[in-house]
């Protein structure tokens, strides 16, 4: 069984399941994206992900008339394999379509840009072999990447917040996805040690430090894994 939380705008809240690895992901329709799909190769026992990129991937798959085979999707900040900030450790980002000719890739990119249901679709010079469209949500706290996170926020890049500060020793903010006292008295442990100025709000300066040093660093024994 695979602990899979999902973030729900609708209610504000994560929502906790637990699903086999041959089981549909929370929010998919039918068969459509199973939970070993969206985990990849992605060895942790938790996933995550926010109930509008399900979403977004149904809408893909139910225009696009046939299975939508997924490479990778899924991956924690600490086991890397993508950029400091990537979408895939917030679990909104696919990487589809590998077994396609260069020619249905191109459709199946013109019809996910076409949908509007997706944040970003990657345009083909960067990835030739693949398609990889995400469900972003947020401002960019630096011209690119995670948005501003403080007191109160909750959801996916909470998650990758709280994920990445466990991962580095800075414990006590747990993985609910919920940004409390914990993960703000976490924040600024870790604003103090690098010098940045100690106000618990993740903004482009914070975010870059950490995404970056937490990015591939391995699964550390204050890892969490509920
Ligand atoms: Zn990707």
Known sequence: MTTILIYNPEINAIERYEREESQPMPYSEGNNLLVNEFRGSSNSTVLW???RAIEAFNV????????IYVGFAFKRIWEG???CQSQHYAGVSFDVAQNLTSAERAQLRNLAESLGVWGYVEPEYLTPTWVHFDRRTGTPACAAGYPTLRFGSRGVYVLVLQDALNALGYTGSGLDGVFGAGTQNAVMRFQRDRGISADGIVGCMTWTELACDARGAGQTATVVNP
């Open 49 to 51: 992900s926010d109930r």
């Open 60 to 67: 893909t798959r139910t225009n696009w008339g046939r299975p």
């Open 81 to 83: 394999g993508h950029g």
